[in-house]
């Protein structure tokens, strides 16, 4: 008759406590890819129908001038800027969600040369939403002068999600005044 203690040697129950801690602990990092687009409505005409310089960026991985112009490009009427936004998070084995908000920065260099829009995007799959996007400033010399980040007026957008599978779809409707 085998030894009961057998039964409970660590050398059986220590491999399967380390399995099921790694199946309870089944959380990593996964990659999104959020395929954004911009139109840009020019309600005063002020720009006619040339293409105007545009660019999206992660305001997260940077914020200064030349990170925004790194993706500079340009969009017309019934010709979308586009662009990919590679973003990461935290999921649970078996969670194939998408990201719960998107950072986008919106650089308008004809508009505002001297800062950009940033604005944190909830999406819902099929939705269209209203945000406006908060002005920043490129200026950083309020950090030693008043203490207080020069601001402008926001600029209105609307964002339509689609969920893609690995990530969002996201046409950002710009309404310029």
């Given at each position: ?89 935290t999921r649970w084995v ?84």
């Amino acid at each position: 008759m085998p030894d009961p203690m057998l039964r409970w040697h660590p050398t059986r129950w220590v491999p399967a406590l380390g399995a099921l801690l790694l199946l309870l602990a089944g959380c990593g990092t996964v990659t999104f890819t959020n395929r954004v687009a911009v139109s840009v409505a020019d309600s005063s005409r002020q720009w006619g129908d040339e293409p105007l310089a545009v660019s999206v960026f992660d305001p997260l991985m940077g914020d200064t001038r030349d990170w925004a112009r790194e993706s500079l490009g340009t969009t017309a009427p019934g010709e979308p800027y586009r662009r990919d936004l590679p973003d990461t998070g935290t999921r649970w084995v078996g969670d194939s969600s998408p990201p719960r908000t998107v950072q986008v920065g919106i650089y308008l260099p004809e508009v505002d040369r001297t800062g950009y829009y940033a604005v944190t995007v909830e999406p819902v799959s099929g939705q269209t939403r209203s945000y406006d996007a908060t002005y920043v400033s490129y200026d950083y010399s309020w950090e030693t002068t008043t203490g207080r980040r020069p601001t402008g007026p926001p600029l209105p957008l609307t964002v339509t999600s689609l969920d893609n599978g690995n990530g969002w779809d996201l046409q950002l409707a710009v309404a310029l005044p």
